[in-house]
């Protein structure tokens, strides 16, 4: 059967549910299909094709055996290279991990394996997922399916880029201040960041703690609720993992939308947002509204802190976390040294690249003494404003609609020399992180044959309203059908 590459999780489950294909078939066509396409896109750091084939064998036997049920049976799935892979290369894309192999798995790898999920590789992505278009990789620029001269967004470019080529049938990302939802826009899927707390960070390799949450990349809706499922739920590893009960976010699927409140705030269509972005998104509202949904436009005011709040807290929090890797323990370690000192100046001098640097600096310098007031304490305090926005908006409304990324993808080198143009790449995305909501992004239209992408936010832990929104919208839609022809 040609096009197996092509299937959604829920149309493959389908067809090896009824025993018309195999896993072994699925994965095979999957692999074929990075074969053919990976030398142009370059998605991929690392790729396990032995492992695959193996898990899918395994997975095949599992469903003979008649305990193949679950729906991520045999389902071949890639994952970023910031997830812990027992065996298997972890680099987080920087020449400081390069040889890195971590001898346990990360809690969602865990529960992918648990259900027998097949994996086909480790995506590429900004390095230590600082970056908004995956050209900060220590290794290759990853490349957008839809215009190979374009970013594919990221830090998740490489997880989302892999989905919009069909080199995986979905993915897993993490999402700091956008890395899921922006990448996903600028690439035409589905990415979603949960609530903080909803899903275990244990082994993903930290950035900014308090902000940091993994999440799917899907090629539709339908996929993004059962990718959700899998991962979801309280791991005692993760202290900032919540015990809160995990619905069947699949249930939340019905393409019904009446009464419901869509707020929309305008901060989000003010900075640097593109007039064909604004007006596809106001398009989508508008159907939404045609469905029953009762929309109108609202203001967070302290939404415009967001960007300056973040390039506070996440580099304050990376500075801190990055501080781990001196050349000892593991990872990279210079081979010019003349003492215990030099070794660990001269050994993050060759391994971090200079994004990741530029971070610790700023980040150093906000923790310092003098400065902890007027800058991280400061920051902090507007982080609770921007909360408290959001809470006096999900007073009034169900959940809020905006642009994920105020332009379409640009192209590669194009923002290089402009470190805040590129920062702005994420002005709609971070407020969410900063407030530890909900949100998923989804195919709205297209721009010069590059897709734009719809974000919906939710209240915390409401998932399911967001699901249900996004899965009106897109069955009244045709947008993630669109394939690009690479």
Partial sequence: MSGLHTLTIHEAYDLLRS????????????????????????????????????????????????????VLVGIPLAIKDNLCTRGVLTTCASKILQNFVPPYDAHVVERLRRRSAVFVGKTNMDEFAMGSST????????????????????????????????????????????????????????????????????????????????????????????????????????????????????????PEVKGLRIGVPKEFFAQGVAPEVAEAVYRAIRLLEEMGAI??????????????????????????????????K????????????????????????????????????ALSAGYYDAYYLKAQQVRTL????????????????TPTSPTVAFRIGEKADDPLAMKLADVCTIPVNIAGLPALALPCGFQDGLPIGLQIIGKPWDEQTILRVAYAYEQATDWHRKKPAL
């Fill in 330 to 365: 593991y990872g990279w370690r210079t081979q010019e040294l003349t003492g215990h000192i030099d070794m660990v100046e001269k050994t993050r001098g060759e391994g971090f690249g200079a994004e990741v640097k530029q971070r610790i600096m700023i980040g150093t310098y």
């Fill in 135 to 254: 050209e900060n990789s220590a290794f290759f620029v990853t490349r957008n399916p839809w215009n190979l001269e374009c970013v594919p967004g990221g830090s998740s470019g490489g997880s989302a880029a892999a989905v919009a080529a069909d080199m995986c049938i979905a993915s897993l990302g993490s999402d700091t201040g956008g890395s899921i939802r922006q990448p996903a826009a600028l690439c035409g899927v589905v990415g979603m960041k949960p609530t903080y707390g909803r899903v275990s960070r244990y082994g993903l390799v930290a950035y900014a703690s308090s902000l940091d949450q993994i999440g799917p990349i899907t090629k539709d809706v339908t996929d993004c609720a059962i990718l959700l499922n899998a991962i979801c739920g309280k791991d005692h590893r993760d202290s900032t993992s919540v015990d809160v009960p995990v619905p069947d976010f699949t249930a939340a699927l019905v």
């Fill in 19 to 70: 025993g018309e294909i195999t896993s072994r078939e699925l994965t095979q066509a999957v692999l074929e299909r990075i074969e053919a396409v990976e030398p142009k896109v370059r998605a991929y750091i690392t790729l396990t094709p032995e492992l695959a084939i193996q898990q899918a064998e395994e997975a095949d036997r599992l469903r003979e055996a008649g305990n193949g049920s679950d």
């Fill in 386 to 401: 921007i909360r408290r926005d959001f809470d006096r908006a999900f007073e009034q409304y169900d959940v809020l609609i």
């Fill in 295 to 328: 929309a109108e436009e609202t203001s967070l005011p302290y939404i415009e802190y967001g960007l300056a709040c973040y390039y506070i807290l996440a580099p304050a929090e990376a500075s801190s976390n990055l501080a781990r890797y001196d050349g000892v």
